[in-house]
């Protein structure tokens, strides 16, 4: 089982910055690719970033060029920097590991093949 846990949203003003931090303690080697999620009041939740096991990246149009997502292993962590903040970017944000039995049999519950856990949230609120 995987175990995810976010820190440092908050307030900020348009224009200035945020790191998000996700920590999965003692799991993050065997998690194939974790991502960052944002669901804004009455909109769905959708992809920011993602980055799997071998650091490939992926960003989601929209904070292209203002944001970067990086891995720790070391530290069973995943961050995502955020610059140039918008306050079309309000939301919550949610950390994600995406788990699948061919990386790791031991992250995927038993009888499935394949699973994402979440975090709680972590609420990033941008004033104009």
Sequence with gaps: QVQLVESGGGLVQAGGSLRLSCAAPGSISSIK???????APG????????????GNT?????????????RDNAKNTVYLQMNSLKPEDTAIYYCSAYCSR???PVCVPERLYQYTYWGQGTQVTVSS
Excluded at 58 to 70: H, L
């Design 102 to 104: 061919d990386y790791s």
């Design 58 to 70: 992926n960003y989601v149009d929209a904070m292209k060029g203002r944001i970067t997502i990086s």
């Design 33 to 39: 690719t974790m991502g960052w999620y944002r669901q």
């Design 43 to 54: 909109k769905q939740r959708e992809l920011v970033a993602s980055i799997t096991s071998g």
